[in-house]
């Protein structure tokens, strides 16, 4: 593993100027994108995460973090495209109703699309109607869903019924994830898979359509 001690200082102080040098300093170095991603931006952000928890961060410094690491993902998004891509199957993505979150969802949908799906990205704050609307329109093969609070994760499961209600359900694959979700809640819902992070959510895809 490489030294981020600059990086992850860039991160939380939100100095997005440092923040790219430093991810572009690493890539010159010759490190491997996936250990700039894991170490260097997504490990800065649970920091960020444990600071705003005990009150020694507050919303405004968040989002300038949460700006700085997705500048710097900017930088890397490229390399993982740059591998080889084979049409797998198509995704929809996007996260729920009332959540704002997008960062863990964007690295998802990179990461996929890394690996030669077809990424349909609906953004943040997603009703069902509007994730049944985009399936249906698109024929997707699996619908990636993403929750971040707590207090929004029954939405997941609203969408899941309403596929149902559309006579979808057996159509399309439902994946779930974000921090506050678990794998026995993907049970409780019906999805049909849970991934804890992108990487992992690469492989489910692959599994659920029979790809590995
Ligand atoms: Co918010 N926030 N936030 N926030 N925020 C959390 C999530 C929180 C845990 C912080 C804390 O208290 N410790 C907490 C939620 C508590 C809870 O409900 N359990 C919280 C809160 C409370 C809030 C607000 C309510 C704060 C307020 O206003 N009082 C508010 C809500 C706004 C809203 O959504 N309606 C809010 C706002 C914000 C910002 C806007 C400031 C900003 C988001 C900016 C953005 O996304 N564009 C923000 C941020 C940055 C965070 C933290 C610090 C970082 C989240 C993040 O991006 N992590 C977060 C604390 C934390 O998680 N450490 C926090 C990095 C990212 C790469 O990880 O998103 O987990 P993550 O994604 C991972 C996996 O979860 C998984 O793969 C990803 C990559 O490995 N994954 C999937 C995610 N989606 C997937 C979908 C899949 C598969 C895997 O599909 C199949």
Known sequence: MSNFEALTEAIIKADIKKAVEETQKSLDAGTEVQDILDN??????????????SGKMFVPQMLRSAKAMQECMALIKPLFLEQDINFKGKVVIGTVKGDLHDIGKNLVSMMME?????????????????????????????????????????????????????????????????????????????ADSYAPDAGTAVMEAKKLLGLS
């Not at 920091?47 to 928890?53: K, N, Q, S, Y």
């Not at 029954?154 to 969408?159: S, V």
């Not at 678990?182 to 049970?187: D, L, P």
């Open 40 to 53: 260097g931006l997504i490990s800065p952000m649970d920091e960020v995460g444990a600071r705003f928890a």
């Open 114 to 190: 890394g690996a030669g799906f077809t990424l349909i990205d609906l953004g943040v704050d997603i009703s069902a109607d509007a994730f049944v609307e985009k399936v249906k329109e698109t024929g997707a093969d699996i619908l990636a869903l993403s929750a971040l609070l707590s207090t929004t994760m029954p939405g997941m499961k609203e969408t899941i019924d309403a596929l149902q209600a559309a006579g979808l359900r057996e159509k399309v694959k439902v994946m779930i994830g974000g921090a506050p979700v678990s794998e026995s809640f993907a049970g409780q819902i019906g």
